[in-house]
Structure formats: structure tokens, C-alpha cells
């Protein structure tokens, strides 16, 4: 490997095989014809195979913030409250996406970093009267896996209250059986643990969810209406032009899975992080989230305290060809994030390890 050989390891869009490129190279068809049919097919097998669901799964042209934005414009209600775990950015856009809508975010916060603990969540259903839960399952900004999902769902179950779960930053590394868990809407997006090229949502949807969508008093979204999204489906088609080629290789990166195997690909994911967290714990650099427990396989965060932050991004990018991202929003100065989320494998990780290593011996630290 050289530095010719670009390789992506912030927290999505990830690096793309051959593969995936040449499947997005393909001669456009008609969205309305019946090479697009058996194309939505295809891709909407190998998300049931991800999402581990029973559910419509529903595609959407559209970066997985259209996703997000899909529940609230139809599964949330106008003046209906809605549970929030607040923790993270992804977690505040959650808030502002249900103020969007005029519903109610009934929020439990935690710092940045941490979790609120399930107590708390419980007191809060109990205590207001709200109609759903919505959990950022990983926060991408933090690197936090909220890993108390079966609990929460046995909580909204007994509520019959809906449960709806962000996993765009995680699904397909760490292991997410929706239809086990019980969770009602599921979204996520194509570019991180999917393996496929930036622009797509998928959104699971439950009966139960559906029909509260199509009895919603006020629909706003034109774009993103389930009921036309359903109904097309239906047909296998969406309701308005879908990013063709963005789909075509969508299909092959969810043949790759296949090939790969589900559990291989969550096991490969799971051998990658622990690498990547001995290795930092090894140079003494501190882990951000401060509960070992809450440590994400997707995205791993680690503080700056005593490291040259731009310069270690930096070599690494024009040195060895890997690029790591920097923290996010209030964290931008404080942490930096390396993304766990593509192709990689123990040779990969290796390579990035020894490269980091070189770097940080060289001017990696802070004097
Ligand atoms: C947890 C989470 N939710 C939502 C989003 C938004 O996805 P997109 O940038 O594809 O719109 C991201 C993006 O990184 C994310 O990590």
C-alpha cells in the first residue's frame, strides 16, 4: 500500500471496491420499466438481510437526513410528544427535526459522551404522555452506542407506544435485529455500514407505524409522504425519479454482504475496533467516551489532550493515503474520530496502525 492508495476512514463515506464503481457505471433505465423493477428487488432483499426485518423497507433518493426527516413528517403528529435520549449532535438534530413538525420533544440529556440511563427514560415515558421514542442508536458525533435498545422496546411495548431508531451510522457493523427488538421505524443510510456510495436512505417501517402515517391529520412533506412512498413500493418503483445510478451500486454493495456473510461482516467490524481501541489505549491516548461499556464499534473517538491533532490528520493523509476526521461540532478541537465503517480488514487496520504509530512518534505529540 501506498499513499496512491486513498483510503477512507472517517465515519462514512467509506473507501468503494472496484465492484461497487463499475455497478454505478451502468446504462440508465427507466424508472417505470422492468429492469427497474428487478433492481428495487434485488435491493430491497439485501436490506431485509441487514435490517433483519419483515417490514417494508423504503427507498429514499436522499442522504439519510431525508430519512430521519421521513418520521417526523408522518409518524409523528402535530402536538403529540415524542421521547428523545438527547446526547450527542445527532441526538440535538433529532430535537429540532420534532420542533419541525410542532410536536413535542420530551428530552432526557446527558453529556457529551455519556448516556442517560435507562432509569431515567423509564421515569420520563412514565411520567408525560408521550406517543413515541426515538433513539440515535450511535452517535456518530461522540462515538456512543446506545446498547439498552431491547430494554427501551420492551418499555414501549408495554406503553404501545412507537419506537423508532437512527442506525445510519451503524447498521451492518454493529449487530441491529429490528424486528427482534421490536423497533417500529428503522433508518439508515448507504455510505457507512451498508458499503455503498453516499445519497440513499432506507427506512423500515412496521404495520403498526404505517398505519398511524396514513391516518396523519397533517402530512406535510410532499416528497417524503408515506403514503405514495408505500404505494409505490408496492409496485417496486419510488414516486419520483430515484438516483439510478446510486442504486445500481447499492445493489452490488448489499451482494457484497451477502457474499461477505452478515455475521462475518459484524465480526470483521468488532476485530477492527478492538484493534484500533488496544492500540490507542497502548499510546495512552484517552478514549472520549468515558464508559468502556458506550464505546462504539463504528466510530472511534479519542481526545486531543497531548496530541498534535491537524498534524497527526494531516501526515497520515499525505503520508500513508488515510484520511481520519476531525471531532464534530463542539468537540471539533477537542477530539478526532476514525471511522470504522468500510471494507477494511486486519491488513488495513495494520497498515493504518503502523502508519499512525510513525506519525505520532514523529511529531504526533504535543511538546
Ligand atoms: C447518526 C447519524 N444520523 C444521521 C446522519 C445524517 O446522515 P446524512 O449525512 O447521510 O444525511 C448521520 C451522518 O453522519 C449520522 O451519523
Given at each position: 500500500?501506498?499513499?496512491?492508495?486513498?483510503?477512507?476512514?472517517?465515519?462514512?463515506?467509506?473507501?468503494?471496491?472496484?465492484?461497487?464503481?463499475?455497478?454505478?457505471?451502468?446504462?440508465?433505465?427507466?424508472?417505470?420499466?422492468?429492469?427497474?423493477?428487478?433492481?428495487?428487488?434485488?435491493?430491497?432483499?439485501?436490506?431485509?438481510?441487514?435490517?433483519?426485518?419483515?417490514?417494508?423497507?423504503?427507498?429514499?433518493?436522499?442522504?439519510?437526513?431525508?430519512?430521519?426527516?421521513?418520521?417526523?413528517?408522518?409518524?409523528?403528529?402535530?402536538?403529540?410528544?415524542?421521547?428523545?435520549?438527547?446526547?450527542?449532535?445527532?441526538?440535538?438534530?433529532?430535537?429540532?427535526?420534532?420542533?419541525?413538525?410542532?410536536?413535542?420533544?420530551?428530552?432526557?440529556?446527558?453529556?457529551?459522551?455519556?448516556?442517560?440511563?435507562?432509569?431515567?427514560?423509564?421515569?420520563?415515558?412514565?411520567?408525560?404522555?408521550?406517543?413515541?421514542?426515538?433513539?440515535?442508536?450511535?452517535?456518530?458525533?461522540?462515538?456512543?452506542?446506545?446498547?439498552?435498545?431491547?430494554?427501551?422496546?420492551?418499555?414501549?411495548?408495554?406503553?404501545?407506544?412507537?419506537?423508532?431508531?437512527?442506525?445510519?451510522?451503524?447498521?451492518?457493523?454493529?449487530?441491529?435485529?429490528?424486528?427482534?427488538?421490536?423497533?417500529?421505524?428503522?433508518?439508515?443510510?448507504?455510505?457507512?455500514?451498508?458499503?455503498?456510495?453516499?445519497?440513499?436512505?432506507?427506512?423500515?417501517?412496521?404495520?403498526?407505524?404505517?398505519?398511524?402515517?396514513?391516518?396523519?391529520?397533517?402530512?406535510?412533506?410532499?416528497?417524503?409522504?408515506?403514503?405514495?412512498?408505500?404505494?409505490?413500493?408496492?409496485?417496486?418503483?419510488?414516486?419520483?425519479?430515484?438516483?439510478?445510478?446510486?442504486?445500481?451500486?447499492?445493489?452490488?454493495?448489499?451482494?457484497?454482504?451477502?457474499?461477505?456473510?452478515?455475521?462475518?461482516?459484524?465480526?470483521?467490524?468488532?476485530?477492527?475496533?478492538?484493534?484500533?481501541?488496544?492500540?490507542?489505549?497502548?499510546?495512552?491516548?484517552?478514549?472520549?467516551?468515558?464508559?468502556?461499556?458506550?464505546?462504539?464499534?463504528?466510530?472511534?473517538?479519542?481526545?486531543?489532550?497531548?496530541?498534535?491533532?491537524?498534524?497527526?490528520?494531516?501526515?497520515?493523509?499525505?503520508?500513508?493515503?488515510?484520511?481520519?476526521?476531525?471531532?464534530?461540532?463542539?468537540?471539533?478541537?477537542?477530539?478526532?474520530?476514525?471511522?470504522?465503517?468500510?471494507?477494511?480488514?486486519?491488513?488495513?487496520?495494520?497498515?493504518?496502525?503502523?502508519?499512525?504509530?510513525k506519525v505520532l512518534k514523529d511529531a504526533g505529540r504535543q511538546p
Open positions: 500500500m501506498n499513499r496512491k492508495t486513498q483510503m477512507l476512514l472517517i465515519p462514512g463515506p467509506i473507501t468503494l471496491p472496484e465492484r461497487v464503481l463499475k455497478a454505478m457505471a451502468k446504462p440508465i433505465v427507466n424508472h417505470r420499466g422492468d429492469e427497474f423493477h428487478a433492481l428495487y428487488e434485488r435491493i430491497e432483499e439485501g436490506l431485509r438481510n441487514v435490517f433483519k426485518t419483515e417490514n417494508n423497507v423504503y427507498i429514499i433518493s436522499g442522504s439519510g437526513t431525508a430519512g430521519v426527516d421521513m418520521v417526523f413528517q408522518n409518524f409523528v403528529y402535530e402536538g403529540e410528544k415524542v421521547l428523545i435520549p438527547d446526547f450527542g449532535e445527532f441526538t440535538e438534530r433529532v430535537v429540532e427535526n420534532a420542533l419541525k413538525v410542532g410536536a413535542e420533544p420530551v428530552v432526557v440529556k446527558s453529556e457529551w459522551g455519556s448516556l442517560p440511563s435507562l432509569r431515567s427514560i423509564a421515569e420520563a415515558v412514565e411520567n408525560n404522555n408521550v406517543e413515541s421514542i426515538f433513539i440515535v442508536h450511535n452517535e456518530t458525533s461522540t462515538g456512543v452506542t446506545f446498547r439498552m435498545m431491547e430494554e427501551v422496546a420492551n418499555i414501549a411495548r408495554k406503553e404501545g407506544i412507537l419506537v423508532f431508531a437512527d442506525t445510519v451510522s451503524d447498521l451492518g457493523v454493529e449487530p441491529f435485529y429490528t424486528d427482534k427488538l421490536g423497533v417500529d421505524v428503522c433508518v439508515t443510510a448507504s455510505q457507512k455500514g451498508l458499503g455503498g456510495p453516499p445519497g440513499l436512505s432506507f427506512v423500515s417501517v412496521s404495520g403498526k407505524a404505517l398505519d398511524k402515517g396514513l391516518n396523519n391529520p397533517r402530512r406535510r412533506s410532499f416528497y417524503l409522504d408515506v403514503e405514495k412512498i408505500h404505494r409505490f413500493h408496492l409496485r417496486r418503483e419510488t414516486p419520483f425519479t430515484p438516483a439510478v445510478p446510486l442504486l445500481y451500486g447499492m445493489a452490488e454493495a448489499l451482494e457484497i454482504l451477502k457474499e461477505e456473510g452478515y455475521e462475518e461482516r459484524i465480526r470483521r467490524h468488532s476485530e477492527n475496533a478492538r484493534m484500533i481501541y488496544e492500540f490507542l489505549e497502548s499510546e495512552n491516548i484517552e478514549i472520549f467516551p468515558r464508559n468502556r461499556e458506550y464505546w462504539s464499534t463504528a466510530v472511534i473517538v479519542f481526545k486531543n489532550r497531548g496530541l498534535n491533532a491537524d498534524i497527526i490528520i494531516r501526515r497520515l493523509y499525505e503520508e500513508y493515503g488515510i484520511l481520519i476526521a476531525r471531532g464534530m461540532s463542539k468537540l471539533r478541537n477537542e477530539t478526532t474520530r476514525i471511522g470504522n465503517v468500510g471494507y477494511e480488514g486486519r491488513a488495513e487496520i495494520e497498515y493504518f496502525l503502523d502508519s499512525f504509530r
